[in-house]
């Protein structure tokens, strides 16, 4: 499949294996809290994850959210193959965000985790999100946070021990990518301002139904605090009328 090269390919097995099978600090203590309280009592006939990866949160929709029919798509095969394999039963696509395989109106729920940064035409898969999203169905949309993007991955000023000071931020209204690096993993993360995002998801006609940037509420005590000093992550909930 025709995609830039931006490291996940690479990166698949190093990724898989800093994930585990509950995923990173990010998702475990911040953004799946956030999420089973948003959904909570909710009921969704069939969804679909774009960007899946190795398959955690398609898993989680069906173990979790009770979906029936959960579709999980990707661009990286290694990743997907690792989805396959966790999940023999899952249905994992090898697609792009930009160029949905979908009808119009397929999905009742789609959901985008951590994944918006990684796609380089970010029109096109947004105006795709909505387009598979049935009318009255949801697109629940997790991202990191634009201050944290901005800096390229080095937003934390430390002194000379090692200690944080304090977060900075700049080139902020800029797009730009930077190539990220840890644990054996080097992607490709693209940064746009928030009101990017947001003229983008409002020119798709779809309607901000939730906005939260939620804190750490578990976890090793040093990470957590870190987390809790900025915005690493935000969560959105947006309704095609």
Not at 55 to 78: A, H, S
Not at 154 to 159: G, S, Y
Not at 195 to 203: E, G, K, P, V
Request: net charge neutral; proline share 7%.
């Amino acid at each position: 499949m025709p995609q830039t090269d931006n490291g996940w390919s690479q990166s698949a097995a190093a990724w898989t294996t800093s994930q585990g099978g509950d995923g990173d600090f990010s998702r475990q203590f911040v953004l799946d809290p956030a999420i089973d309280a948003l959904l909570a009592g909710r009921r969704f006939q069939r969804a679909l994850d774009v960007g899946c990866g190795e398959g955690r949160f398609c898993r989680r929709l069906k173990e979790k959210q009770g979906i029936p029919d959960v579709t999980g798509i990707d661009p990286t095969l290694p990743l997907l193959k690792t989805a396959r394999m966790r999940d023999p039963d899952g249905d994992y696509r090898q697609a792009m965000a930009e160029a949905l395989p979908f009808e119009d109106d397929s999905f009742d729920l789609v959901v985008s985790y951590l994944t918006l940064i990684d796609i380089a035409e970010i029109e096109r898969a947004i105006a795709e999100i909505a387009r598979v999203t049935m009318p009255g169905g949801r697109v629940l949309i997790a991202n990191l946070n634009p201050f944290i993007t901005a800096c390229g991955g080095a937003a934390w000023m430390r002194d000379g021990n090692g200690r944080k000071l304090h977060v900075k931020v700049d080139r902020y209204l800029e797009d730009h990518a930077d190539w990220q690096e840890w644990r054996g993993i080097r992607i490709l993360n693209y940064h746009r301002p928030m009101s990017r995002y947001m003229a983008l998801l409002l020119a798709a006609r779809l309607q901000l139904v939730s906005f939260a940037e939620p804190p750490a509420i578990g976890g090793p005590p040093e990470a957590r605090d870190s987390y809790n000093r900025v915005p690493y992550a935000h969560l959105m909930e947006w309704k095609k009328p």
